[in-house]
């Protein structure tokens, strides 16, 4: 069973190289984030057609999430991350799915930093581990996955001072996403590659593709429950050299049934 996450950047404007990589690489379920349309814009009927069905959680011209399921329905769990009521920003969806549950989400940026939009990432990683929590207490085979916005190692960037700066790779952004992992799950891709050297985005600027100068900010944790049936995962990376493509590249892990 292949479970995969791809930041799309614009569900509308790549759509036909998302509809491509559906049909290549057919995910059992499709983990979707900066959708960047509102709930009536989401392109359901075109998933459909090809036996997906959707959840999604949407937001005018920002931010995201959406979960696709091949030949079945995800059953919803929860829509945005509780703990904060005055939080409005679309960028946690759960469901049920294939015996699993699985989180989808797009975690701030939070630059520029210092400032309000790196708090604002902070507090979200606080409510995302209490969420977590919830859903180990629970014991069920989980997945948490998406654009983490966080570059958790020196190894997970292509040259560590150029990012030194960025609120991505900030000592208190890498604290939180440790004490995910401290709490219980498994990191996919760092477990897979123990020496790094995987990039999941590279920027539009500066020839970054081009030049092979990405990093890792999308992953997959994986609760107990689940984490001993992991036998592969990977990075799609040449969607990224695509015509019109992201600047993400799908992330996938492959579960034994």
Known sequence: MRISTFNINGIKA??????????????AVACLQEIKTQDEGFPADEF???????????????????????????????????GDPEDEQSRYLEAEVFGLRIACIYLPNGNPQPGPKFDY????????RA??????EEEVPAI???DFNVIPFDRDVWA??????????????RDAYMRLLGDGWTDALATHNPRGGIWTYWDYQAGAWQRDHGFRIDHALLSPEVADRLVACGVDKEQRGRE??????????????
């Open 14 to 27: 790549r759509l036909p190289r998302l509809l491509e990589w559906l049909a290549e690489t057919r995910p």
């Open 48 to 82: 459909e057609k090809i036996g997906y069905h959707a959840l999604w959680h949407g937001q005018k011209s920002f931010n995201g999430v959406a979960i696709l399921a091949d030949g079945t329905a995800p059953v919803e769990v929860m829509r945005g991350l509780p």
């Open 121 to 128: 990432k902070l507090g979200w990683m606080q409510r995302l």
């Open 131 to 136: 969420r977590m929590a919830e859903i180990a």
């Open 144 to 146: 948490v996955t998406g």
């Open 160 to 173: 560590p001072p150029a990012m030194a700066d960025d609120a991505l790779m900030q000592p208190e952004s």
């Open 244 to 257: 019109k493509a992201s600047d993400h590249a799908p992330v996938w892990i492959q579960l034994s049934v």
